[in-house]
T-cell receptor, first 117, second 114 residues
Framework: GAVVSQHPSWVICKSGTSVKIECRSL??????MFWYRQFPKQSLMLMAT?????????EQGVEKDKFLINHASLTLSTLTVTSAHPEDSSFYIC?????????????FGEGSRLTVL | AQSVTQLDSQVPVFEEAPVELRCNYS??????LFWYVQYPNQGLQLLLK??????LVKGINGFEAEFNKSQTSFHLRKPSVHISDTAEYFC????????????FGQGTTLQVKP
């Protein structure tokens, strides 16, 4: 099946620094990727829809200047948490849809756990 | 707008017993429905999906779900669970458009006891 890879799988950073998380579709092209955030013992909250070659679409309440999304190619989307603070600590998961099929299925990355000290 | 409600936050069950995880959705348009499983500190794995056709959908690991349009439900079932089925299960809905955006339910923790 299709594989989505996230890197890093976990990261610890100091407050005020920026952290970049990569999401790659390894064996398919993804014109659209999605970024989710998950707090402990909670569901996934959609943050934004990442569109290749255009600006991301952010969900209501998500700060676009805080969470920068870039989708520069058909296989790579990045999420940058700028000036991170402890409240940004969370599990971030990306997903992608295979542009070559119409199965409706989204493929998920393994997730990236961010801890801000 | 679409929404998903998983009625049970935790479901404890003994090994080899049957289990049902409930999911109800609301939508003003046609929907696609999914069940995902998440093991600790991992991403999501698709168990099964309903796009169209037969309302009884079979997935991996012996799971199945039935789409009931009149009751707007998509409950997940397994006739005999294993310890390894202990995980978090998420029901998700996608509107019948091409955006691909999935809306997730709150999740149900399945705890299989020996």
């Amino acid at each position: 099946g299709a594989v989505v890879s996230q890197h890093p799988s976990w990261v610890i950073c100091k407050s005020g620094t920026s952290v970049k998380i990569e999401c790659r579709s390894l064996d398919f092209q993804a014109t659209t990727m999605f970024w989710y955030r998950q707090f402990p013992k909670q569901s996934l909250m959609l943050m934004a829809t990442s569109n290749e070659g255009s600006k991301a679409t952010y969900e209501q309440g998500v700060e676009k200047d805080k969470f920068l999304i870039n989708h520069a190619s058909l296989t790579l989307s990045t999420l940058t948490v700028t000036s991170a603070h402890p409240e940004d600590s969370s599990f971030y998961i990306c997903s992608a849809r295979d542009a070559g099929t119409n199965t409706g299925e989204l493929f998920f990355g393994e997730g990236s756990r961010l801890t801000v000290l | 707008a679409q929404s998903v409600t998983q009625l049970d936050s935790q479901v404890p069950v003994f090994e080899e017993a049957p289990v049902e995880l409930r999911c109800n959705y609301s939508s003003s348009v046609s929907v696609y429905l999914f069940w995902y499983v998440q093991y600790p500190n991992q991403g999501l794995q698709l168990l099964l999906k309903y796009l169209s056709g037969s309302t009884l959908v079979k997935g991996i690991n012996g799971f199945e779900a039935e789409f009931n349009k009149s009751q707007t439900s998509f409950h997940l079932r397994k006739p005999s669970v294993h310890i390894s089925d202990t995980a978090e299960y998420f029901c998700a809905v996608r509107a019948g458009s091409n955006t691909g955006k999935l809306i997730f339910g709150q999740g149900t923790t399945l705890q299989v006891k020996p």
